[in-house]
C-alpha cells in the first residue's frame, strides 16, 4: 500500500496528464476547448460542469487565458431568459437539454463555479465585473420554490437537474442542486462586494437555502434526501457535499459524518462512491435504458468524482480516516485505472474520465493543507 504522501504526489501527476490529453481544438473562435475523457470518443464536447470541475481542482494545468475565453463562450450564449447552455459539441452546436423536456438545471450554478475558480486564482478582476450581470441574470433563471429558496423540479417534467444524476428523475425540492445555488449565491455575493455592489439579494437567498434545507432531511437515516418527490432517497454524494461546502451548521455535519461511517459498508467499494445506499436503486428513472438498469452508470455503480467530498466529511471527526480513503482510490486508480463508475464483477465505464481523479485531487489538497497548518 502507499503512503499518502505517494499517494497524493501519483494523483497529482494523473491529474496533469488527464487534463493535458483532454484539451481539444474546437471551430469555437479560437476557444481551446476540454473533454470530460482523455483519449477515446466518449463525451465529445465542451461540457460546462466538468471543465468547472477540471478548473476549480487543478488550475495549475490550466491556462487562465483557456478559462477566460470558455467563460466568456458560455456567457455569450446565455439566452434572453437566462438559459445557460450544457455543452457545446465538437461541431459547434450549442446545447441546453440534456434529458427531458426542459434545459439542464445545474448549468447556472457551473457558470458562477467557473467564474469563481478563475477569480480564485488571481484573473482579471475587470474580465469579472463584465461578465457578472450576466451571472446574475442567469442564475436568476433557476428554477426554485418559492417557499423555500431550493431549487425546484417540476414532477410532471422530470428533466435533467445535476448532471451526475441526469437519468435519474429526482424531483420535487432538489438536494443537490440547491447546494450549488447556495454555493453560487455565496460567490456572487462575494462578487457584489468586491464590485461595490449591492449583494442583499445574494446574502439572502443563500441564508435562505441554509435555512431550508432541513425539509429534505431524512431523521430515519440521518442523511439528506436526494428530492422532495421522486426519488425521496438518502443522498450520499449530497449529503457529503453539504459538509464539504459548509452549507450546514457544524452539529448536523457531525451527524452526518457519524451516519456515512456507520453506512460506509453500503456505498464505498474500492474507494468510490455510490449515489445511494445498497441495496437500493432509483425509484424513478428519466432515461429508462439498458445503461441505467440497476447495478450500472447512475443507478448504482461506484465514482471517484464523489470520493473527495466523502473524505472531507470524515477527515475532522476522524483523524486519517479521510486521507486513507483517497489513498486507497490512488492505489485503486494505480491497479485498475481511472473510470467513470466501476462496480462489483468486473463492472467498468469509460476509462480516464477526468473527474473521477481531478475532485478527489482537490480534495486531497485542501485536506493536506489543514494538515500543514499550525
Not at 51 to 66: C, G, K, L, V
Not at 266 to 286: C, M, S
Request: charged content about 20%.
Amino acid at each position: 500500500m502507499i503512503s499518502p504522501s505517494d499517494a497524493f504526489a501519483q494523483l497529482k501527476a494523473r491529474v496533469e496528464y488527464l487534463i493535458d490529453h483532454a484539451r481539444a481544438a474546437y471551430p469555437l473562435g479560437g476557444v481551446t476547448a476540454y473533454t470530460p475523457v482523455a483519449f477515446g470518443t466518449a463525451y465529445k464536447a465542451l461540457y460546462l460542469r466538468d471543465f468547472t470541475y477540471m478548473a476549480e481542482s487543478a488550475p495549475e494545468f490550466i491556462p487562465s487565458d483557456h478559462i477566460q475565453k470558455i467563460l466568456a463562450l458560455f456567457v455569450s450564449h446565455i439566452t434572453r431568459e437566462g438559459l445557460c447552455p450544457e455543452r457545446i459539441s465538437d461541431t459547434g452546436e450549442v446545447i441546453y437539454v440534456c434529458h427531458g423536456p426542459r434545459p439542464a438545471g445545474d448549468c447556472a450554478m457551473f457558470l458562477v463555479k467557473l467564474a469563481a475558480a478563475y477569480a480564485d486564482n488571481g484573473h482579471d478582476p475587470k474580465f469579472i465585473d463584465t461578465i457578472y450581470p450576466a451571472l446574475c441574470r442567469t442564475i436568476d433563471a433557476v428554477p426554485i420554490d418559492p417557499a423555500t429558496g431550493l431549487v425546484y423540479i417540476d414532477p410532471a417534467a422530470p428533466s435533467t437537474a445535476y448532471g451526475f444524476t441526469d437519468t435519474i428523475a429526482i424531483t420535487g425540492q432538489h438536494l443537490f442542486c440547491s447546494l450549488l445555488l447556495y454555493e453560487s449565491r455565496r460567490t456572487l455575493e462575494r462578487f457584489a462586494r468586491l464590485l461595490n455592489q449591492d449583494a442583499t439579494r445574494h446574502t439572502d437567498h443563500a441564508a435562505r437555502i441554509r435555512k431550508n434545507l432541513g425539509a429534505l432531511w431524512s431523521p430515519t437515516d440521518n442523511l439528506f434526501l436526494a428530492g422532495s418527490q421522486d426519488c425521496r432517497q438518502p443522498d450520499i454524494w449530497g449529503s457529503a457535499y453539504a459538509c464539504a461546502i459548509s452549507a450546514i451548521d457544524p452539529p448536523r455535519r457531525q451527524v452526518i459524518a457519524d451516519s456515512l461511517w456507520q453506512k460506509k459498508g453500503r456505498f464505498l467499494f474500492r474507494g468510490q462512491v455510490r449515489h445511494l445506499l445498497t441495496p437500493d436503486h432509483w425509484q424513478k428513472l428519466i432515461l429508462d435504458v439498458p445503461e441505467t438498469q440497476p447495478g450500472n452508470f447512475q443507478n448504482g455503480a461506484y465514482w471517484g468524482t464523489a470520493t473527495g467530498w466523502v473524505a472531507e466529511t470524515f477527515e475532522p471527526t476522524r483523524p486519517g480516516a479521510g486521507i486513507k480513503l483517497l489513498t486507497d482510490l490512488v492505489q485503486d486508480f494505480h491497479d485498475h485505472g481511472v473510470w467513470e463508475c466501476i462496480g462489483p464483477a468486473g463492472y467498468q465505464r469509460i476509462e480516464n474520465n477526468v473527474s473521477s481523479a481531478c475532485l478527489p485531487y482537490a480534495s486531497f489538497k485542501r485536506l493536506t493543507s489543514q494538515s500543514e497548518r499550525p
